[in-house]
Protein backbone atom coordinates (compact mmCIF):
# COMPACT_ATOMS: atom_id res chain seq x y z
CA UNK A 1 0.00 0.00 0.00
CA UNK A 2 2.63 2.25 1.06
CA UNK A 3 5.09 1.62 -1.97
CA UNK A 4 1.52 2.14 -4.47
CA UNK A 5 1.36 5.52 -2.65
CA UNK A 6 4.90 6.41 -3.07
CA UNK A 7 4.48 4.88 -6.45
CA UNK A 8 1.84 7.37 -7.19
CA UNK A 9 3.42 10.42 -5.67
CA UNK A 10 6.06 10.15 -8.01
CA UNK A 11 4.54 9.41 -10.98
CA UNK A 12 2.36 12.63 -10.24
CA UNK A 13 5.21 14.79 -9.41
CA UNK A 14 7.20 13.75 -12.81
CA UNK A 15 4.44 13.87 -14.79
CA UNK A 16 4.72 10.81 -16.37
CA UNK A 17 0.69 9.78 -15.61
CA UNK A 18 0.22 12.79 -17.91
CA UNK A 19 -0.45 12.54 -22.12
CA UNK A 20 -0.37 15.23 -23.93
CA UNK A 21 -1.35 16.15 -27.85
CA UNK A 22 -0.20 18.66 -30.14
CA UNK A 23 -2.76 21.24 -31.04
CA UNK A 24 -3.10 23.82 -33.65
CA UNK A 25 -5.28 26.22 -35.24
CA UNK A 26 -7.83 24.67 -36.98
CA UNK A 27 -6.54 26.29 -40.57
CA UNK A 28 -3.21 24.70 -40.24
CA UNK A 29 -2.96 22.44 -43.37
CA UNK A 30 -0.97 19.77 -41.69
CA UNK A 31 -2.33 16.82 -39.94
CA UNK A 32 0.32 14.69 -38.99
CA UNK A 33 4.28 15.59 -38.10
CA UNK A 34 7.63 13.40 -37.19
CA UNK A 35 9.18 14.24 -34.36
CA UNK A 36 12.03 15.60 -36.53
CA UNK A 37 9.45 18.27 -38.28
CA UNK A 38 8.44 18.93 -34.35
CA UNK A 39 11.56 19.44 -33.24
CA UNK A 40 12.40 21.77 -36.02
CA UNK A 41 9.20 23.84 -34.91
CA UNK A 42 10.17 24.12 -31.71
CA UNK A 43 13.90 24.87 -31.82
CA UNK A 44 12.11 27.42 -33.67
CA UNK A 45 14.05 26.94 -36.88
CA UNK A 46 10.79 26.30 -38.75
CA UNK A 47 9.28 29.76 -39.94
CA UNK A 48 6.45 28.85 -41.85
CA UNK A 49 3.58 26.31 -42.81
CA UNK A 50 3.44 24.66 -46.35
CA UNK A 51 0.72 27.19 -47.19
CA UNK A 52 3.03 30.08 -45.94
CA UNK A 53 1.73 30.80 -43.05
CA UNK A 54 3.85 31.95 -40.22
CA UNK A 55 4.38 29.14 -37.47
CA UNK A 56 3.18 30.60 -33.77
CA UNK A 57 4.74 28.40 -31.61
CA UNK A 58 3.26 28.81 -27.43
CA UNK A 59 4.45 26.88 -24.55
CA UNK A 60 3.75 26.84 -21.25
CA UNK A 61 6.48 27.37 -18.54
CA UNK A 62 9.52 24.77 -17.83
CA UNK A 63 8.45 23.43 -14.27
CA UNK A 64 4.74 22.65 -15.76
CA UNK A 65 3.67 19.15 -15.81
CA UNK A 66 2.49 19.05 -19.16
CA UNK A 67 5.51 21.10 -21.04
CA UNK A 68 7.67 18.50 -19.23
CA UNK A 69 5.75 15.86 -20.54
CA UNK A 70 5.48 17.11 -23.89
CA UNK A 71 9.34 17.70 -23.94
CA UNK A 72 9.59 14.13 -23.34
CA UNK A 73 7.16 12.36 -25.13
CA UNK A 74 6.61 14.49 -27.80
CA UNK A 75 10.12 16.05 -28.81
CA UNK A 76 12.29 13.65 -27.03
CA UNK A 77 14.27 15.90 -25.10
CA UNK A 78 14.66 17.35 -21.83
CA UNK A 79 13.30 20.58 -20.91
CA UNK A 80 16.39 21.69 -20.06
CA UNK A 81 17.50 21.56 -23.45
CA UNK A 82 14.59 23.10 -25.17
CA UNK A 83 15.49 26.37 -22.46
CA UNK A 84 19.23 26.09 -24.06
CA UNK A 85 17.93 26.23 -27.40
CA UNK A 86 15.58 29.39 -26.53
CA UNK A 87 17.89 31.02 -24.75
CA UNK A 88 21.07 31.00 -27.70
CA UNK A 89 18.41 32.27 -29.95
CA UNK A 90 17.14 35.02 -28.24
CA UNK A 91 20.41 35.94 -26.60
CA UNK A 92 22.70 35.85 -29.43
CA UNK A 93 19.99 36.91 -32.32
CA UNK A 94 19.04 34.10 -33.83
CA UNK A 95 15.45 34.60 -33.39
CA UNK A 96 12.73 34.76 -30.79
CA UNK A 97 11.61 31.99 -28.00
CA UNK A 98 8.14 30.69 -28.49
CA UNK A 99 5.61 32.68 -26.03
CA UNK A 100 5.57 31.35 -22.62
CA UNK A 101 1.61 31.09 -21.76
CA UNK A 102 0.50 30.94 -17.88
CA UNK A 103 -2.22 28.15 -18.18
CA UNK A 104 -3.43 25.49 -20.24
CA UNK A 105 -7.04 27.42 -20.14
CA UNK A 106 -4.80 30.14 -21.95
CA UNK A 107 -3.08 27.72 -24.33
CA UNK A 108 -6.24 26.50 -25.98
CA UNK A 109 -7.47 30.19 -26.38
CA UNK A 110 -4.45 31.12 -28.02
CA UNK A 111 -3.63 28.21 -30.21
CA UNK A 112 -7.29 28.21 -31.13
CA UNK A 113 -7.85 32.07 -31.76
CA UNK A 114 -4.57 32.69 -33.37
CA UNK A 115 -3.62 31.77 -37.59
CA UNK A 116 -0.91 29.59 -37.26
CA UNK A 117 -0.24 28.08 -33.87
CA UNK A 118 0.89 25.47 -32.46
CA UNK A 119 0.48 24.40 -28.85
CA UNK A 120 -0.19 21.32 -26.52
CA UNK A 121 -2.86 20.00 -23.81
CA UNK A 122 -3.59 17.37 -21.54
CA UNK A 123 -5.13 14.49 -23.11
CA UNK A 124 -8.87 15.51 -23.58
CA UNK A 125 -12.33 14.82 -25.38
CA UNK A 126 -12.84 18.73 -24.91
CA UNK A 127 -11.55 19.65 -28.20
CA UNK A 128 -13.29 22.43 -29.63
CA UNK A 129 -11.61 24.90 -32.39
CA UNK A 130 -8.14 22.73 -32.10
CA UNK A 131 -7.17 20.46 -34.25
CA UNK A 132 -5.17 17.49 -32.88
CA UNK A 133 -1.60 16.76 -34.91
CA UNK A 134 -0.35 12.90 -34.97
CA UNK A 135 2.98 12.70 -34.17
CA UNK A 136 4.86 10.07 -35.95
CA UNK A 137 8.56 8.67 -35.92
CA UNK B 1 34.67 54.28 6.65
CA UNK B 2 37.66 51.98 5.69
CA UNK B 3 38.46 50.41 2.77
CA UNK B 4 36.22 47.35 3.27
CA UNK B 5 33.17 48.92 4.11
CA UNK B 6 33.55 51.20 1.18
CA UNK B 7 33.83 48.43 -1.02
CA UNK B 8 30.51 46.64 0.65
CA UNK B 9 28.27 50.07 -0.12
CA UNK B 10 29.86 50.41 -3.40
CA UNK B 11 28.24 46.58 -4.07
CA UNK B 12 25.61 47.00 -2.41
CA UNK B 13 24.82 50.19 -4.02
CA UNK B 14 25.69 48.86 -7.41
CA UNK B 15 23.04 46.04 -6.44
CA UNK B 16 20.48 48.39 -5.85
CA UNK B 17 20.92 50.20 -9.13
CA UNK B 18 21.20 46.92 -11.17
CA UNK B 19 17.48 46.12 -9.37
CA UNK B 20 15.85 49.24 -9.64
CA UNK B 21 17.39 48.92 -13.92
CA UNK B 22 16.36 45.63 -14.25
CA UNK B 23 12.36 46.46 -13.24
CA UNK B 24 12.36 49.51 -15.44
CA UNK B 25 13.52 47.88 -18.15
CA UNK B 26 11.09 44.82 -18.14
CA UNK B 27 8.40 46.97 -17.57
CA UNK B 28 9.80 48.93 -21.01
CA UNK B 29 10.20 45.96 -22.72
CA UNK B 30 6.87 44.19 -21.69
CA UNK B 31 5.25 47.04 -23.03
CA UNK B 32 7.40 47.17 -26.44
CA UNK B 33 6.98 43.60 -27.37
CA UNK B 34 4.70 43.01 -30.45
CA UNK B 35 4.26 39.87 -32.71
CA UNK B 36 6.98 42.01 -34.96
CA UNK B 37 9.76 43.30 -31.80
CA UNK B 38 10.60 41.31 -28.93
CA UNK B 39 12.50 43.03 -26.19
CA UNK B 40 14.89 40.78 -23.72
CA UNK B 41 17.77 41.09 -21.46
CA UNK B 42 19.69 40.23 -18.25
CA UNK B 43 21.47 41.28 -14.79
CA UNK B 44 23.96 39.94 -12.88
CA UNK B 45 26.27 41.09 -10.30
CA UNK B 46 29.14 38.53 -8.27
CA UNK B 47 31.99 38.91 -5.89
CA UNK B 48 35.25 36.99 -7.28
CA UNK B 49 38.90 36.34 -6.12
CA UNK B 50 41.83 35.02 -7.37
CA UNK B 51 44.60 35.69 -5.09
CA UNK B 52 48.18 35.54 -6.44
CA UNK B 53 47.34 36.21 -9.78
CA UNK B 54 46.88 39.65 -11.94
CA UNK B 55 43.65 37.57 -13.33
CA UNK B 56 41.26 39.94 -12.02
CA UNK B 57 43.07 42.72 -10.30
CA UNK B 58 46.74 42.57 -8.87
CA UNK B 59 45.50 43.34 -4.77
CA UNK B 60 44.57 40.08 -4.64
CA UNK B 61 40.76 41.37 -2.52
CA UNK B 62 37.47 40.14 -3.34
CA UNK B 63 36.20 42.26 -6.16
CA UNK B 64 32.86 43.16 -7.40
CA UNK B 65 34.04 43.79 -11.20
CA UNK B 66 32.01 40.97 -11.96
CA UNK B 67 28.94 42.80 -14.03
CA UNK B 68 27.29 41.31 -17.14
CA UNK B 69 24.23 43.48 -17.84
CA UNK B 70 22.49 43.39 -21.54
CA UNK B 71 19.56 44.28 -23.35
CA UNK B 72 18.31 42.92 -26.81
CA UNK B 73 15.68 43.59 -29.68
CA UNK B 74 14.85 41.20 -32.60
CA UNK B 75 12.61 42.64 -35.31
CA UNK B 76 10.94 41.06 -37.84
CA UNK B 77 10.72 43.35 -40.86
CA UNK B 78 9.10 41.07 -43.13
CA UNK B 79 8.36 37.36 -43.59
CA UNK B 80 12.41 36.60 -43.98
CA UNK B 81 14.63 39.74 -42.75
CA UNK B 82 15.19 40.26 -39.24
CA UNK B 83 17.18 42.99 -37.81
CA UNK B 84 18.48 42.01 -34.26
CA UNK B 85 20.52 43.98 -31.98
CA UNK B 86 22.22 43.78 -28.30
CA UNK B 87 24.16 46.58 -25.84
CA UNK B 88 25.73 44.75 -23.20
CA UNK B 89 27.80 46.46 -20.20
CA UNK B 90 30.56 44.39 -19.00
CA UNK B 91 32.72 44.23 -16.30
CA UNK B 92 35.26 41.78 -15.33
CA UNK B 93 37.93 43.56 -13.81
CA UNK B 94 41.20 42.88 -15.79
CA UNK B 95 39.59 39.86 -17.91
CA UNK B 96 38.75 41.92 -20.71
CA UNK B 97 37.77 46.13 -21.35
CA UNK B 98 35.10 47.06 -19.13
CA UNK B 99 32.00 49.65 -20.36
CA UNK B 100 29.29 49.56 -22.44
CA UNK B 101 29.38 47.85 -26.30
CA UNK B 102 27.41 46.88 -29.12
CA UNK B 103 27.15 43.43 -28.68
CA UNK B 104 26.10 42.46 -32.11
CA UNK B 105 23.68 44.59 -34.73
CA UNK B 106 22.89 42.54 -38.10
CA UNK B 107 19.95 41.59 -40.94
CA UNK B 108 19.31 37.85 -40.92
CA UNK B 109 17.77 37.21 -44.07
CA UNK B 110 16.15 33.81 -44.62
CA UNK B 111 17.10 33.04 -48.28
CA UNK B 112 15.19 29.78 -47.62
CA UNK B 113 13.01 27.54 -45.07
CA UNK B 114 11.23 24.69 -45.58
CA UNK B 115 10.64 21.22 -43.16
CA UNK B 116 13.84 19.73 -44.44
CA UNK B 117 16.53 22.96 -44.68
CA UNK B 118 17.09 26.20 -43.77
CA UNK B 119 19.71 28.53 -44.73
CA UNK B 120 20.21 31.90 -43.49
CA UNK B 121 22.57 34.53 -44.57
CA UNK B 122 23.78 37.49 -41.34
CA UNK B 123 25.65 40.62 -42.59
CA UNK B 124 26.46 43.20 -39.70
CA UNK B 125 28.22 42.41 -36.30
CA UNK B 126 27.13 38.59 -35.37
CA UNK B 127 27.98 36.80 -32.85
CA UNK B 128 30.99 33.64 -32.85
CA UNK B 129 28.48 30.71 -33.67
CA UNK B 130 30.92 27.93 -33.83
CA UNK B 131 32.18 26.48 -30.41
CA UNK B 132 29.35 25.67 -27.66
CA UNK B 133 29.58 28.69 -25.03
CA UNK B 134 30.87 31.28 -27.66
CA UNK B 135 27.72 33.04 -28.76
CA UNK B 136 26.59 33.80 -25.66
CA UNK B 137 29.58 33.55 -23.10
CA UNK B 138 28.80 37.04 -21.46
CA UNK B 139 25.38 35.97 -20.92
CA UNK B 140 25.75 34.59 -17.23
CA UNK B 141 22.54 31.92 -17.29
CA UNK B 142 23.73 30.18 -20.77
CA UNK B 143 26.88 28.88 -18.78
CA UNK B 144 27.90 25.91 -16.45
CA UNK B 145 30.26 28.03 -14.99
CA UNK B 146 30.88 31.87 -13.81
CA UNK B 147 34.12 31.50 -15.29
CA UNK B 148 34.55 29.62 -18.56
CA UNK B 149 37.24 26.73 -19.55
CA UNK B 150 39.95 29.16 -20.34
CA UNK B 151 41.70 26.38 -22.32
CA UNK B 152 39.35 27.44 -25.06
CA UNK B 153 37.30 30.42 -23.64
CA UNK B 154 40.59 32.12 -22.54
CA UNK B 155 39.62 35.60 -21.40
CA UNK B 156 42.41 37.64 -22.91
CA UNK B 157 41.29 37.11 -26.45
CA UNK B 158 37.41 37.08 -25.42
CA UNK B 159 36.85 40.48 -27.27
CA UNK B 160 37.93 39.22 -30.17
CA UNK B 161 36.80 35.58 -30.07
CA UNK B 162 33.35 36.79 -29.01
CA UNK B 163 32.34 38.08 -32.61
CA UNK B 164 32.79 39.53 -35.63
CA UNK B 165 31.87 42.56 -38.16
CA UNK B 166 31.60 40.93 -41.72
CA UNK B 167 28.99 37.93 -43.50
CA UNK B 168 27.87 34.41 -42.08
CA UNK B 169 25.74 31.84 -43.00
CA UNK B 170 24.14 28.83 -41.42
CA UNK B 171 22.20 25.58 -42.71
CA UNK B 172 20.60 23.43 -41.03
CA UNK B 173 19.30 20.46 -42.75
CA UNK B 174 17.81 17.35 -41.98
CA UNK B 175 18.93 13.90 -43.17
CA UNK B 176 18.69 10.51 -42.25
CA UNK B 177 21.33 10.04 -40.12
CA UNK B 178 19.43 13.09 -38.26
CA UNK B 179 20.63 16.96 -38.33
CA UNK B 180 23.11 18.68 -39.37
CA UNK B 181 24.09 22.21 -38.70
CA UNK B 182 26.98 24.11 -40.80
CA UNK B 183 28.27 27.41 -39.83
CA UNK B 184 30.50 29.66 -42.09
CA UNK B 185 31.39 32.90 -41.42
CA UNK B 186 34.18 36.04 -42.63
CA UNK B 187 35.11 39.29 -41.01
CA UNK B 188 37.26 40.97 -38.31
CA UNK B 189 37.05 42.80 -35.29
CA UNK B 190 38.35 46.45 -34.76
CA UNK B 191 40.53 46.36 -31.56
CA UNK B 192 41.07 49.47 -29.08
CA UNK B 193 44.38 50.28 -27.69
CA UNK B 194 42.57 48.61 -24.49
CA UNK B 195 42.04 45.89 -26.10
CA UNK B 196 45.11 45.67 -27.97
CA UNK B 197 47.27 46.55 -24.54
CA UNK B 198 45.18 43.40 -22.88
CA UNK B 199 46.79 40.95 -24.91
CA UNK B 200 49.82 42.72 -25.42
CA UNK B 201 50.48 44.14 -21.95
CA UNK B 202 50.78 47.91 -21.28
CA UNK B 203 54.31 47.76 -23.52
CA UNK B 204 52.32 47.66 -26.38
CA UNK B 205 51.80 51.64 -27.82
CA UNK B 206 51.51 50.59 -31.33
CA UNK B 207 48.32 49.40 -33.06
CA UNK B 208 47.28 46.06 -33.23
CA UNK B 209 44.95 45.40 -36.23
CA UNK B 210 43.11 42.01 -36.88
CA UNK B 211 43.16 41.43 -40.76
CA UNK B 212 40.72 38.69 -40.91
CA UNK B 213 39.07 35.49 -39.55
CA UNK B 214 37.53 33.22 -40.88
CA UNK B 215 35.57 30.43 -39.40
CA UNK B 216 33.29 27.20 -39.98
CA UNK B 217 32.38 25.02 -38.11
CA UNK B 218 29.77 21.54 -38.08
CA UNK B 219 27.78 20.33 -35.91
CA UNK B 220 25.85 16.77 -36.08
CA UNK B 221 22.47 15.73 -33.46
CA UNK B 222 22.08 12.07 -34.26
CA UNK B 223 18.25 11.21 -34.68
CA UNK B 224 17.23 8.90 -31.57
CA UNK B 225 20.79 10.13 -29.68
CA UNK B 226 21.35 12.38 -26.37
CA UNK B 227 24.66 13.14 -28.08
CA UNK B 228 25.73 16.33 -29.89
CA UNK B 229 28.93 16.25 -31.40
CA UNK B 230 30.40 19.05 -33.51
CA UNK B 231 34.52 20.40 -35.32
CA UNK B 232 34.99 24.11 -36.07
CA UNK B 233 37.94 25.72 -37.35
CA UNK B 234 39.16 29.20 -37.21
CA UNK B 235 42.18 30.98 -39.31
CA UNK B 236 42.72 34.63 -38.38
CA UNK B 237 46.00 37.11 -39.16
CA UNK B 238 46.79 40.08 -37.20
CA UNK B 239 49.31 42.72 -37.55
CA UNK B 240 50.89 45.00 -35.53
CA UNK B 241 52.51 48.79 -36.55
CA UNK B 242 54.76 49.66 -33.56
CA UNK B 243 54.85 53.21 -32.02
CA UNK B 244 57.83 55.93 -32.56
CA UNK B 245 58.69 54.59 -29.01
CA UNK B 246 57.77 51.06 -28.19
CA UNK B 247 58.70 47.66 -26.79
CA UNK B 248 57.75 45.74 -29.75
CA UNK B 249 58.37 45.76 -33.48
CA UNK B 250 56.27 45.84 -36.53
CA UNK B 251 55.31 42.21 -36.51
CA UNK B 252 52.30 39.67 -37.96
CA UNK B 253 50.73 36.61 -36.05
CA UNK B 254 48.59 34.20 -37.86
CA UNK B 255 45.92 32.16 -35.19
CA UNK B 256 44.44 28.75 -36.20
CA UNK B 257 42.33 26.44 -34.49
CA UNK B 258 40.99 22.63 -34.61
CA UNK B 259 38.40 21.95 -32.28
CA UNK B 260 36.48 19.44 -31.90
CA UNK B 261 32.95 19.38 -29.05
CA UNK B 262 30.48 17.12 -27.89
CA UNK B 263 27.88 17.23 -25.79
CA UNK B 264 25.52 14.07 -23.99
CA UNK B 265 21.95 14.93 -22.50
CA UNK B 266 20.78 12.46 -20.04
CA UNK B 267 17.28 13.47 -18.01
CA UNK B 268 19.20 14.50 -14.96
CA UNK B 269 22.64 14.95 -15.94
CA UNK B 270 25.03 16.30 -18.79
CA UNK B 271 28.16 16.09 -20.10
CA UNK B 272 29.84 18.82 -22.50
CA UNK B 273 33.01 18.92 -23.73
CA UNK B 274 35.52 21.15 -26.20
CA UNK B 275 39.22 19.67 -27.62
CA UNK B 276 41.40 22.57 -29.39
CA UNK B 277 44.72 22.29 -31.15
CA UNK B 278 45.92 26.32 -31.57
CA UNK B 279 48.79 27.58 -34.11
CA UNK B 280 50.40 30.97 -32.95
CA UNK B 281 52.57 31.84 -35.86
CA UNK B 282 54.53 34.98 -34.58
CA UNK B 283 57.04 36.73 -37.11
CA UNK B 284 59.12 39.65 -36.05
CA UNK B 285 56.79 41.29 -33.27
CA UNK B 286 59.22 40.73 -30.22
CA UNK B 287 62.05 41.97 -32.68
CA UNK B 288 63.23 42.40 -36.65
CA UNK B 289 63.91 38.47 -37.81
CA UNK B 290 61.97 36.77 -35.02
CA UNK B 291 60.25 33.81 -36.02
CA UNK B 292 58.46 31.12 -33.57
CA UNK B 293 55.50 28.67 -34.49
CA UNK B 294 53.74 27.02 -31.91
CA UNK B 295 50.83 24.57 -31.53
CA UNK B 296 49.30 24.71 -27.91
CA UNK B 297 46.76 22.34 -27.31
CA UNK B 298 43.52 22.45 -24.36
CA UNK B 299 40.82 20.26 -23.27
CA UNK B 300 38.11 20.29 -20.58
CA UNK B 301 35.42 17.89 -19.67
CA UNK B 302 32.32 19.77 -17.54
CA UNK B 303 29.44 17.30 -15.85
CA UNK B 304 26.17 18.46 -14.40
CA UNK B 305 24.39 16.49 -11.69
CA UNK B 306 20.87 17.73 -10.89
CA UNK B 307 20.89 16.97 -7.43
CA UNK B 308 17.72 18.79 -6.20
CA UNK B 309 14.69 20.02 -8.52
CA UNK B 310 16.18 23.67 -8.42
CA UNK B 311 19.64 23.02 -7.58
CA UNK B 312 22.91 21.26 -10.29
CA UNK B 313 26.04 20.32 -9.17
CA UNK B 314 29.13 21.34 -11.73
CA UNK B 315 32.30 19.31 -11.62
CA UNK B 316 34.72 21.01 -14.29
CA UNK B 317 38.21 19.75 -15.14
CA UNK B 318 40.31 21.44 -17.64
CA UNK B 319 43.91 21.09 -19.11
CA UNK B 320 45.72 23.58 -21.09
CA UNK B 321 49.32 23.28 -22.41
CA UNK B 322 51.19 26.38 -24.28
CA UNK B 323 53.72 23.96 -26.18
CA UNK B 324 51.97 20.47 -27.52
CA UNK B 325 55.89 19.42 -27.38
CA UNK B 326 56.82 20.94 -24.31
CA UNK B 327 54.22 20.27 -21.87
CA UNK B 328 56.10 20.25 -18.57
CA UNK B 329 57.06 23.92 -20.00
CA UNK B 330 60.65 23.05 -19.38
CA UNK B 331 61.95 23.84 -22.82
CA UNK B 332 59.97 27.13 -22.27
CA UNK B 333 61.67 28.41 -19.30
CA UNK B 334 65.21 27.56 -20.74
CA UNK B 335 64.77 29.44 -23.61
CA UNK B 336 64.30 32.10 -21.39
CA UNK B 337 67.26 31.70 -19.35
CA UNK B 338 65.57 30.33 -16.48
CA UNK B 339 63.87 33.96 -16.02
CA UNK B 340 60.54 32.69 -16.74
CA UNK B 341 59.41 29.60 -14.35
CA UNK B 342 57.98 26.25 -16.23
CA UNK B 343 54.73 26.83 -14.83
CA UNK B 344 53.99 29.78 -17.18
CA UNK B 345 53.95 26.79 -20.13
CA UNK B 346 50.51 24.91 -18.64
CA UNK B 347 46.89 25.55 -16.91
CA UNK B 348 45.38 22.85 -15.47
CA UNK B 349 41.87 23.69 -13.62
CA UNK B 350 39.31 21.44 -11.21
CA UNK B 351 36.42 23.61 -10.75
CA UNK B 352 33.31 22.40 -8.19
CA UNK B 353 29.96 24.69 -8.51
CA UNK B 354 26.59 24.64 -7.47
CA UNK B 355 23.84 26.39 -8.89
CA UNK B 356 20.22 26.62 -7.24
CA UNK B 357 17.29 28.36 -9.09
CA UNK B 358 14.99 30.31 -6.56
CA UNK B 359 12.62 31.31 -9.93
CA UNK B 360 11.87 30.78 -13.60
CA UNK B 361 14.86 33.38 -14.30
CA UNK B 362 16.22 34.51 -10.97
CA UNK B 363 19.68 32.36 -10.54
CA UNK B 364 22.57 31.75 -7.72
CA UNK B 365 25.86 30.44 -9.03
CA UNK B 366 28.81 29.42 -6.65
CA UNK B 367 31.88 28.24 -7.84
CA UNK B 368 35.82 27.24 -6.49
CA UNK B 369 38.34 26.91 -9.07
CA UNK B 370 41.40 24.55 -8.03
CA UNK B 371 44.61 25.76 -10.30
CA UNK B 372 47.82 24.72 -11.41
CA UNK B 373 49.91 26.63 -13.41
CA UNK B 374 49.49 29.95 -15.30
CA UNK B 375 49.32 30.01 -18.56
CA UNK B 376 46.09 31.65 -19.19
CA UNK B 377 46.68 34.20 -17.22
CA UNK B 378 47.44 37.62 -19.17
CA UNK B 379 49.41 38.41 -21.06
CA UNK B 380 50.21 35.87 -23.88
CA UNK B 381 52.93 37.13 -25.40
CA UNK B 382 54.26 38.65 -22.38
CA UNK B 383 54.18 36.55 -18.96
CA UNK B 384 53.68 38.65 -15.80
CA UNK B 385 56.30 37.38 -13.68
CA UNK B 386 55.03 40.58 -11.41
CA UNK B 387 51.87 39.15 -10.38
CA UNK B 388 51.66 35.51 -11.09
CA UNK B 389 53.59 34.35 -8.61
CA UNK B 390 52.52 31.25 -7.81
CA UNK B 391 52.11 27.76 -9.81
CA UNK B 392 49.39 26.62 -7.24
CA UNK B 393 46.30 29.15 -6.91
CA UNK B 394 42.88 29.16 -6.22
CA UNK B 395 39.48 31.21 -7.41
CA UNK B 396 36.00 31.19 -6.08
CA UNK B 397 33.72 33.40 -7.49
CA UNK B 398 29.58 33.67 -6.68
CA UNK B 399 26.99 35.49 -8.95
CA UNK B 400 23.04 36.26 -9.10
CA UNK B 401 21.96 36.27 -12.22
CA UNK B 402 18.13 37.60 -13.57
CA UNK B 403 16.98 37.50 -16.94
CA UNK B 404 13.54 38.34 -18.79
Same mark, same amino acid.
Given at each position: ????????????????????????????????????????????????????????????????????????????????????????????????????????????????????????????????????????? | ??????????????????????????????????????????? !?????????????????????????????????????????????? %???????????????? #????????????????????????? $?????????? *??? =??????? !??????????????????????? =????????? =????????????? !????????????????????????????????? %???? %?? /??????????????? /? +????????????????? *?????????????????????????? !????????? +????????????????????????????? #????????????????? /???? +??????????????????????????????????? =????? $??????? %?????
Amino acid at each position: MKIKFVTACVVLWTGYALATEVVTHPAVPMDQLTVTQLRGIYSMRQQNWPDGTAVRVFVLPAKNPIHQTFAKEKLQMFPYQLDRIWQKITYSGLGAAPVVLTSEQQMREMVANTEGAIGYIENSDELSKLKVIRVTQ | MNYLSLKSFVLRSKLCLLLLLGSVVQAQADGLTTDKVRWHGFI !SQGLIQAPETNFVNLDDSISAELTDLGVNMSWALTDNVRLAGQVVY %LDGGRRYTKGTRLDYL #FLDWTLHSDFDWRLDMFVGRFKNQH $WLYSATRDVP *FTR =NAIVLPQ !SVYFDSFRDIAVGSDGLAFKLTR =NTSLGEVEL =NWSWGATNLSKEQ !SQILLSQLAQGDAEQEYVHQASLFWRPDQSAWQ %LGIS %LL /DSDFTYEKAEQDYYS /D +GAMTIQRVMFNGRYAAE *FWELSSEWVQERLDISDFYAPGFKRD !SFSQGWYLQ +GRYNLLPKTWALLSVDLFDLDKDDRSGRK #FSQSTGGLVPAYFGYQD /DLTF +GITYDFKDNLRLTMEHHWVKGTARLAYPVMPDLQY =NKSEY $WQMWAMQ %LMYWF
